[in-house]
C-alpha cells in the first residue's frame, strides 16, 4: 500500500508593516530565515530602546506596497566589500530594516515596524550579557550571553536561502565588474574624435614619408627635364 501524498505546504500569509505616519508600507514576502531579539549596548542606543528586534529575510523578498512613499536609503559604515544601508521612511524617519550586516543579499526587517509583530517571536536572545537588568525575558527562551553562531542555530532551510541568496549576489556582483571592465575597454578604443598616442605617431610617420617620396618624385622631374633639354639641344 503506497504511503499517502504529503500536504502541500501552507503558503505564507502576507505580511505588511509600515512606518510611523504610514506613509511607508512595505510587505515580506516568504518567512523570516531567523528571529531575534539583540540587547547589545550598539542596539540599545540605535533603538533608542532597552533592545531591538530583528527578523532577517533576504532583501528581495521585501517589496513596497503600490501608492506607498519610496522608503529613503542611506548607506553607512560597514565591512569591506559588503554595502551597508538603512532604509527608512522618507517622511517620518522611522527605520524599517537594514541590509549589510553580513551581506547587501540579507535584510533586518525591524520587529515593530510589522503591522502583527507578534508573529515574529524572537528564536534567540543575544547579547544577554548586557541587557537592562529590569527586562524580562520568557521563560525557557533561548539566550547567548554575546553573538550566536548562525551556522549552528539556524534551520538547515534558512542555510539554505541564505547561501542561495550569497550566491545570488556574487554573480550579480561579478556581471557587473563584468559590464564595467568591458565598458573600460570600450574607452580605451581608438576613434576618430580621441586617437591614440600611438595612432597620432603613425600618421606622422606616414606623412613623413609621403612628403620625402614627394620631394623625391619632384628633384626626378626635374632631372628628367634636365636630360631632355640637353638631348634636344645636341
Known amino acids: 500500500m503506497s504511503a499517502p501524498p504529503k500536504p502541500k505546504p501552507k503558503a505564507f500569509p502576507a505580511v505588511s508593516g509600515g512606518c510611523y505616519c504610514q506613509k511607508t508600507r512595505y510587505r515580506i514576502l516568504s518567512a523570516p530565515l531567523f528571529c531575534h531579539a539583540c540587547h547589545c549596548p550598539d ?21 513596497t506596497l503600490p501608492n506607498s512613499l519610496a522608503p529613503k536609503l542611506t548607506s553607512l559604515p560597514g565591512r569591506p566589500g559588503i554595502p551597508r544601508a538603512t532604509i527608512t521612511c522618507a517622511e517620518c ?22 503591522d502583527l509583530p507578534t508573529l515574529m517571536e524572537p528564536d534567540v536572545h543575544c547579547f544577554v550579557g548586557s541587557k537592562v537588568r529590569w527586562v524580562g525575558i520568557p521563560e525557557g527562551a533561548r539566550t547567548m550571553k554575546g553573538d550566536y553562531d548562525m551556522r549552528t542555530m539556524w534551520p538547515k532551510e534558512s542555510l539554505r536561502r541564505f547561501d542561495e541568496a550569497l550566491r545570488k549576489e556574487e554573480e550579480k556582483k561579478k556581471k557587473k565588474e563584468e559590464e564595467e571592465e568591458d565598458e573600460r575597454e570600450l574607452d580605451k578604443t581608438p576613434t576618430a574624435q580621441s586617437p591614440s598616442a600611438e595612432d597620432v605617431e603613425f600618421e606622422r610617420r606616414c606623412d613623413e614619408t609621403e612628403k620625402g617620396l614627394l620631394a623625391r618624385l619632384e628633384k626626378l622631374t626635374i632631372k628628367l627635364a634636365e636630360q631632355e633639354k640637353g638631348e634636344g639641344a645636341n
Open 43 to 63: 542596539c540599545q542606543r540605535r533603538s533608542g530602546s532597552a533592545f531591538a528586534c530583528f527578523a532577517t529575510i533576504e532583501a528581495d523578498r521585501i517589496i
Open 93 to 114: 524617519g522611522t527605520e524599517l530594516w537594514g541590509t549589510g550586516i553580513v551581506s547587501s543579499a540579507i535584510a533586518d526587517v525591524r520587529i515593530g515596524t510589522l
